[in-house]
């Protein structure tokens, strides 16, 4: 009787191995700011995707707030502003106006 018990359990826990689905590498529908989930290494090809794209976006708002920073820097006589504003431009910017 524990034979047949026990070989049950294991035809059981074989079975619900053949059925389990994978999850998928990334989740597609969302953006890459809302992704929060990567599985396998698609998932990760795609996580250092996202992290590229957000770095770059984060760079590129610092460049164009620092563009308006300048503009208005220049517009009211504000040297240091100037300065600080185009330091932060050449970090920033890819290319500079």
């Keep these: ?5 026990v070989l049950t ?3 059981i ?3 619900g191995g053949c059925s389990t689905n994978s999850a998928p590498p990334y989740e597609r529908g969302k953006s890459p700011e809302s992704r ?6 698609k998932g990760l090809a ?3 995707k996202d992290q590229n794209y957000l770095m770059s976006l984060a760079l590129q708002r610092q460049c164009d ?7 208005v820097a220049k517009s009211t006589g504000d040297e ?3 300065q600080a504003s185009q330091a ?4 920033t910017c890819v290319t500079t106006p």
């Design 1 to 5: 009787m524990f034979k047949y018990t």
């Design 9 to 11: 359990g294991i035809i």
């Design 13 to 15: 826990l074989l079975l």
């Design 36 to 41: 929060t989930e990567y599985n396998g290494i």
């Design 46 to 48: 795609q996580k250092q």
């Design 65 to 71: 707030t620092a563009r308006i920073d300048l503009a």
């Design 80 to 82: 240091y502003g100037e």
């Design 88 to 91: 932060i431009i050449q970090k």
